[in-house]
């Protein structure tokens, strides 16, 4: 399933919606949020009555102590109201960002759900988009829109009463830009939800674009095209900077027009006030009502600017939730069950696979592994080697037939019993930022130190880590940069001795040790291999001559199956291919 990038003037608020289930273990902290909104929009309310109270009695009837009580009682309303604004940007702040982690929690676990497909057919980088960029841009939304909005909307509320309350012809003429502004909203809005779209398409091919040329710094240092990645980098992130500009003309349209069409109806006001037009009033609730107006229109202000927010929130939103939304293909069923003790048999019955529709790895593929077994896999690139390594574990399923250990489809587990006991070590080794014991530990998270060291010296990487500065605690970057590619693997073969499998997948594991280091590291791997059953996918062919059982992959099945002396006596296609690499080594 791809992501669905077709862009639409309509805004989906499901989005919000959702947001709420966020927002509901938080209902004590929003309750004294909201009490303290309350408490604000009293002081904004008291302030234009008690200057039309000054203006229409206290001042013509002289009374000094009156002036100086209500000066006191409003002091001490707006240091109170100081102190509930303090507490309410802190706590609607920390709401925000507690929410944001969450979501963010959730979209992370989410995706490491999501199988093997789903990394395969998409740019890291974009999915790097969504989880972080995207997430950070709803910030201010959650930081402040959705409680501030409650504000907005209550202090609308709260001055339109208040405004009838004092002349109803005044009101209505307050309102009489209203539909202009609502008409202005209307054209706009599909010129901003367009413009956020594009924005967020480009952002997420800038961070790919930059996320892959990371990745491939070497190939591009080595192949000297600094040059022409950087006019690539340039053309994409001016594309980005264009949308942003485009995005942000859209975006600040509306506010100006807001602020005009309130400036006007102040004006009116005045004019309709001094000139009767049907109203009556006092200088006071002439001039609170003009107070009144502006807390009436701010808000209308502000409701625009979160408007702004909440078109370009929509699509980050979207296309969190989007990829939240997304079915793992590779899950456990309804009624999965834990995988019991393992013994080791593993049966491929009438297996039919393709990682594309209409390309199959292989058809009616069957074979029969006996617990112990150790299985190399040979042939051509592409023949489908490590794709029978990926089904045992599930990392991808068949679309016919079945894989099963121990007479138990592999669909019928769980998925973490499955893969606790079938351990895998790969070619491209992977070697997380942290200590040397710590990447180690990964495949046993509750090893004692003893028991990682043990492990390190039966696979042979005691002796190097040792040597190192600061031995098992040496820190490694990501991806092991500071260390061989050799000694990369032989942290990988220590992490997955702890684990302790009883299956066991090792794909082209060999492929960067040395010769004097495969050497040392037989008596390991015989450890290692002992009591297991064992599937060696290996380009190598001296490595995997002590297999009991070689099956040479080729035309969507097994073409050839035997020990190696049984192969070579057949003289057919592992024959010659052994023969070849013999050959080539002699030449060296």
Do not use: C
């Amino acid at each position: 399933m791809e992501y669905n990038d077709t862009r639409t003037t309509k805004i989906d608020f499901q989005g919000f919606k959702r947001i709420g289930s966020y927002l509901k273990p938080y209902g004590a902290a929003i309750g004294k949020i909201l009490a303290m909104l309350l408490f604000s929009n009293f002081a904004m309310i008291l302030g234009p009555f008690l200057i039309s109270y000054v203006i229409d009695t206290v001042i013509p009837n002289q009374d000094t102590n009156a002036i100086i009580w209500i000066t006191v009682f409003y002091t001490t309303v707006s240091v109170l109201n100081a102190g509930a604004i303090k507490y309410r940007i802190y706590h609607i702040t920390k709401l925000g960002q507690d929410v944001l982690r969450d979501i963010r929690s959730d979209l992370f676990n989410h995706m490491q759900k999501l199988g093997f497909r789903f990394f395969d057919s998409r740019p890291h980088g974009k999915i790097l988009t969504r989880v972080v960029n995207y997430i950070n841009a709803l910030s201010n939304i959650l930081s402040s829109g959705l409680i501030t909005v409650i504000s907005d909307i209550l202090s609308i509320v709260v001055t339109l009463a208040i405004m009838l309350s004092i002349d109803v012809v005044l009101t209505l003429y307050s309102f009489i830009l209203l539909p202009v502004l609502f008409a202005v909203t209307m054209i706009i809005k599909n010129k901003q939800r367009l413009a956020y779209e594009e924005l967020s398409a480009k952002q997420s091919n800038l961070n790919a674009y930059i996320h892959e040329s990371i990745e491939g710094i070497k190939t591009t240092q080595s192949y000297t095209r600094e040059g022409m990645n950087f006019d690539i980098f340039a053309d994409v992130s001016n594309q980005q900077s264009v949308a942003w500009m485009k995005a942000v003309r859209a975006q600040f349209i509306l506010g100006p027009i807001v602020q005009v069409i309130s400036v006007v109806t102040i004006s009116f006001i005045y004019f309709a006030g001094v000139r009767g037009l049907g109203v009556d009033v006092s200088t006071g609730v002439l001039i609170a009502f003009v107070a009144y107006v502006t807390n009436f229109w701010n808000p209308i202000i502000n409701l625009g600017n979160f408007y702004n927010s909440l078109v370009s929130g929509t699509v980050y939103l979207e296309r969190v939730f989007e990829m939240m939304d997304l079915e793992p293909m590779i899950k456990d069923a309804p009624d999965a069950f834990d995988m019991p003790p393992v013994r080791g048999e593993v049966l491929f019955e009438n297996v039919t696979f393709g990682y594309k529709e209409g390309q199959n790895i292989f058809e009616g593929l069957s074979f029969k592994v006996n617990p112990g077994e150790t299985i190399a896999l040979v042939g051509p690139t592409g023949a489908g080697k490590s794709t029978i390594t990926n089904l045992i574990p599930r990392f991808y399923d068949v679309q016919e037939g079945k894989v099963m250990v121990d007479g138990i489809d592999v669909r019928d587990v769980t998925l973490s019993s499955l893969r606790t006991e079938v351990g895998v070590m790969l070619q491209d080794t992977f070697i997380f930022s942290g200590t040397i014991m710590d990447n180690i530990r990964y495949g046993k998270l509750d090893a004692t130190e003893e028991e990682i060291i043990e492990a390190a010296k039966v696979v042979r990487a005691h002796d190097f880590i040792k040597d190192l500065k600061g031995g098992y605690q040496t820190y490694v970057q990501e991806r092991g940069s500071t260390l061989s590619a050799g000694q990369r693997q032989l942290i990988s073969f220590a992490r997955t001795l702890l684990s302790d499998p009883k299956v066991l997948i090792l794909d082209e594991a060999t492929s960067s040790i040395d010769t004097q280091t495969e050497v040392l590291l037989q008596e390991g791997l015989d450890r290692l291999l002992e009591g297991r059953t064992a599937f060696v996918v290996a380009h190598r062919l001296s490595t995997i001559r002590n297999s009991d059982r070689i099956f040479f992959i080729g035309d969507r099945k097994i073409l050839e199956s035997g020990s190696h002396q049984e192969l070579l006596k057949q003289r057919g296609r592992y024959y010659h291919l052994y023969k070849t690499q013999s050959e080539l080594l002699k030449k060296m």
